[in-house]
């Protein structure tokens, strides 16, 4: 593990929380200019940020009616921040299964090229089936097919962007960036994977979640050493605990319900219509992780804490409400920063995706009070050593594999 620490910043529309686009004093159409992109960009670069993380998905969001969404294209939105930065790594999130390779090859790579080498891509399995409808589709594809499919389609890229002769980028070829705390998605993971994200709760199970990529990586000839593994961490900051814990507790009330109880039912594939806020969640209502469509990550993070708090659905619905299943810790910088070192030197992370809970005010007490506080004790830079993406994260060239041509032609 490298003696430092690296952090991404996840540029999602208001904030994480549900309600962040309500809080007091924020612009609640702000994500629908490109001006809220860049500037926190040009911040995140002032403190020596890894990268801007964008994500994204290729249908019109149905909880719009509840929250602001993502809503503009993540390689258009990187192309402007790429113009106004310098050293900031850009990792922009693009379908592997709705978009043709020779394409996302083509376009990723310019931008590479054009960002000095700067940029990584976020490959996702689509998962859902309004996203299938946009396509023509009838239904989501099977879960392991869009996995298979997803190592065809970045081994593919890859490839062209290896084949280049001419506009070849600094960094050599953008960085492969991952998430998938599925079976599939491990072996995902562990097969092409440069950067994982994931959405461990618990540092035990962060650290055997890591052990086991390094392990899936060295069983297919990788260096377990080039995985950068990241998990989600959505943050709560007050200059005192009770500040920090009033702000949770405004940004709990500020979440829409019916946007709460959707985006649960989402991710637990079932309806709750009919379930009392104050009973707990039917243990029937759980399938098996492996056996669940949608995302399996987040279906896996819900069902082990349905299982083993035993929430009320109104517990659930607000314990879930700034991360979606991601981690949220809530305190001073002193104690954020006490959680990211814990994590770090235990071998649970070597950094992490940071989910402000509401975009600017968020993420400028992040930079201003718990970036410094991490630069105090050694644990993050305090100023760039390189000029690409692959430097900052300490990574090199791995090798080009091969790839089934067969699964390129459709996700069913």
């Avoid at 430092?4 to 996840?10: A, D, E, G, M, P």
């Avoid at 911040?43 to 990268?51: F, G, I, R, T």
């Avoid at 943050?235 to 985006?263: N, Q, W």
């Avoid at 968020?362 to 000029?387: I, K, W």
Wanted: glycine letters at 12%.
């Amino acid at each position: 593990m490298s003696d430092r620490l690296h952090l991404n910043v996840n540029i999602l529309n208001a904030g994480v929380f549900g309600g962040s686009w309500r809080f007091p004093g924020t612009d609640p159409i702000a994500s629908y200019g490109i001006e809220h992109y860049t500037a926190i960009a040009r911040k995140a670069e002032a403190a020596s940020l890894d990268a801007v993380f964008l994500a994204d998905s290729p249908v019109l969001d149905p909880h719009i009616r509840h929250r602001t969404g993502n809503n503009l294209e993540p390689s258009t939105v990187l192309a402007r921040i790429a113009a106004q930065t310098d050293r900031i790594g850009l990792i922009g999130t693009l379908s592997s299964s709705y978009n043709d390779p020779d394409e996302i090859a083509r376009r990723l790579g310019d931008l590479d090229y054009v960002s000095g080498g700067r940029f990584g891509w976020n490959v996702v399995t689509t998962a859902g089936g309004v996203a299938a409808a946009n396509f023509g589709r009838e239904g989501e594809p099977d879960h392991a097919l869009r996995y298979r499919r997803a190592e065809a389609v970045v081994n593919s890229v890859v490839a062209h962007w290896n084949a280049r002769t001419e506009l070849v980028s600094p960094q050599g070829r953008p960085v492969v960036v991952q998430a998938g705390g599925s079976s599939d998605g491990r072996r995902l993971a562990s097969r092409v994977g440069e950067v994982i994200f994931s959405v461990d709760q618990d540092v035990d199970d962060a650290r055997a979640f890591r052990s086991g990529l390094r392990a899936g990586a060295a069983s297919v000839g990788r260096d377990p050493g080039e995985l950068v593994v990241l998990p989600g961490l959505s943050t709560v900051i007050g200059g005192t605990e009770a500040e920090a814990a009033a702000r949770r507790d405004l940004l709990d009330e500020l979440l829409p319900g019916p946007y709460a109880r959707a985006r649960l039912e989402g991710q637990l594939g079932c309806s709750l219509d009919g379930l009392d806020d104050d009973a707990p969640i039917p243990l029937d209502l759980l399938r098996h992780p492996d056996e669940a469509g949608g995302s399996q990550s987040f279906y896996r993070i819900v069902r082990d804490i349905i299982v083993a708090e035993k929430p009320t659905l109104r517990q659930l619905l607000t314990k879930l409400s700034g991360g979606g299943g991601h981690r949220i810790v809530v305190g001073t910088p002193e104690q954020i920063a006490d959680d990211i070192e814990l994590w770090f030197r235990a071998g649970a992370a070597d950094g992490f995706n940071v989910m402000p809970d509401v975009l600017p005010s968020g993420f400028d007490a992040f930079v201003d009070h718990v970036v410094p506080e991490l630069q105090r004790r050694g644990l993050f830079r305090t100023d760039y050593d390189s000029t690409t993406l692959r430097g900052h994260l300490g990574l090199g060239l791995p090798p080009v594999r091969a790839y089934d041509s067969d699964l390129l032609v459709s996700a069913q």
